[in-house]
């Protein structure tokens, strides 16, 4: 699993070697190589000397892809929940296995509103140009993230967020989000067992996967 390759670094890490590309350009890019967005070539990085230690060092400055330092706390966090020692769950221990949620069904659910941050924040960057008031008024209107993948999406875009996913190659992101999101709802009305041990991991595995997925949607979508 891409998470037991981390060597002990944290899961926040798959925003490392992402950059903004900058200007009139929301687009997400790697160090090296064109931006996928606007198509511009590769950056010059402006360098700053600094010194450490009574050494002085060259360091390059470049703008992080995440859109907010939550966005880092929200990988944590769902690291946290998957290294947490198992010997902590054993409150679902006497119910039957007919009715035992995942011990580490909160993983799912501290997912599930990380991904509502980045849905909201796809639409605010692809439609940019809209005055801000409307655009404000849309992500009212249609504040549920089912209606922003579906309904709003539809009205942006003429499809749906599942759709780009799987023109974009990623199936399996696709069938997931909508099993997870379904799984969600039953949890939330009264079906805890919903969120079950496989549906964890089948998240923690294709987490990786979901980031990259979501980036190639966001570019597509935002470009100048």
Not at 13 to 34: F, H, K, N, Q, T
Not at 97 to 116: I, K, N, T
Request: glycine content about 8%; overall charge neutral; aromatic content about 12%.
């Amino acid at each position: 699993m891409w998470c037991d390759e981390l060597a002990g670094k944290s899961w926040a890490s798959l925003w490392a070697g992402y950059m903004l590309c900058g200007g009139d350009c929301p687009g997400i890019r790697r160090y090296e190589g064109p931006c996928p967005a606007c198509g511009a070539a590769p950056v010059h990085f402006s360098s700053t000397t600094i010194a450490i230690d009574g050494r002085r060092t060259t360091a390059f400055t470049v703008p992080g892809a995440e859109g907010r330092y939550e966005d880092y706390i929200y990988l944590e966090m769902l690291q946290r929940e998957w290294e947490r020692p198992v010997v902590e769950f054993q409150a679902f221990a006497n119910s039957s296995d007919a009715d035992r949620p995942s011990a580490r069904a909160a993983l799912v659910l501290l997912f599930w509103g990380y991904f509502e941050t980045r849905i909201e924040r796809l639409h605010r960057s692809a439609m940019r140009k809209l005055p801000q008031r409307v655009l404000d008024d849309q992500l009212k209107r249609y504040s549920g993230i089912g209606s922003r993948l579906f309904d709003l999406y539809k009205i942006f875009f003429g499809r749906t967020y599942f759709d780009d996913l799987r023109d974009h190659g990623f199936l399996t992101v696709a069938d997931l989000l909508s099993d997870i999101h379904r799984r969600r709802n039953e949890f939330s009305h009264g079906k805890p067992q919903a969120i079950n041990e496989l549906t964890v991991n089948a998240l923690v595995e294709n987490l990786k996967a979901e980031h990259e997925a979501w980036i190639a949607v966001y570019n597509s979508r935002g470009r100048p």
